[in-house]
């Protein structure tokens, strides 16, 4: 069968500074992999090329078999790939409720609607006639979630979740994964906090200055391997 999700030697640059290069990727369906790496490693320029937000200088992004290396981003979203930006990315004045209607626009059909995603996150039916800005940061990104959800994507890219969240309401937001991963969806997600990444993921890809630096079940490393790879030392 092919890999839910395929990426062949994907290179980006911004400019002149080659900010990914020649990342290799594959998950098959139910799987969680996370990208680790410092600040600038070059996580977010991965994850916005393969969701069509960056142009690659060169390689191949795969989805169910797929070449849609040359699609923009929305034919992605209807070919089952959405991702949550970094910052969440959330229209401020509109409701709860209408942000996530933003999603269903393109959205394949499958499980996930409105209803769904209010029972993911409990607390967001009630404030759904909330405006986005009056949310704390853990209930935004929430949305930013729910958002891509009810677009039924085949794979969620997620852009540091924890970003700026307290430890409570990232333990809260990684709680949900499993949810995620028994209706089938499966995850790509970037994450600057390790042990956190280790804690979720069946496969860990650690990035240097854009080069894959180390990849491979989480188990099979021992933390001062993967701090080697992080901080690109030995
Ligand atoms: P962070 O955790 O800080 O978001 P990251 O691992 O996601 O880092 P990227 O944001 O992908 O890394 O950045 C990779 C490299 O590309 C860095 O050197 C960064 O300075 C550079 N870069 C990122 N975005 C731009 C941009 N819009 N213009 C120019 N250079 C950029």
């Known amino acids: 069968m092919a890999p839910v999700l395929e990426v062949r030697s994907l290179t980006a640059d911004h400019g002149r500074l080659r900010a990914v290069s020649e990342v290799s990727l594959r998950l098959d369906a139910g799987e969680v992999h996370a990208v680790i790496g410092a600040n600038g490693a070059g996580k977010s320029t991965l994850l916005r090329a393969i969701a069509g937000l960056h142009p690659p ?75 986005a800005e009056h949310l704390s940061g853990g209930e935004q990104q929430a949305v930013a979630i729910g958002r891509a959800l009810v677009a039924n994507p085949k794979v969620l890219l997620l852009d540091e979740l924890s970003l700026g969240l307290s430890p409570k309401v990232v333990r809260d937001m990684y709680a949900t994964l499993p949810r995620l991963l028994a209706e089938g969806v499966t995850v790509l997600l970037v994450e600057q906090d390790v042990s956190q990444a280790v804690r979720v993921a069946t496969r860990i890809h650690c990035l240097l200055e854009g080069r894959t630096t180390l990849t491979g079940p989480p188990a099979v490393f021992t933390p001062a391997q993967i701090e080697a790879a992080y901080f690109g030392l030995g």
């Open 57 to 131: 200088a060169s390689g191949t992004v795969l989805l169910d078999g797929d070449d849609v290396t040359r699609h923009p981003p929305e034919r992605r979203v209807a070919a089952g790939l959405s991702l949550v930006p970094e910052g969440r990315r959330l229209f401020a004045s509109l409701t709860v409720e209408e942000n996530l209607l933003v999603g269903t626009h393109v959205a394949r059909p499958g499980p996930w609607d409105l209803e769904r995603v209010y029972d993911l996150f409990g607390w967001m039916r009630d404030r759904r006639r909330q405006r």
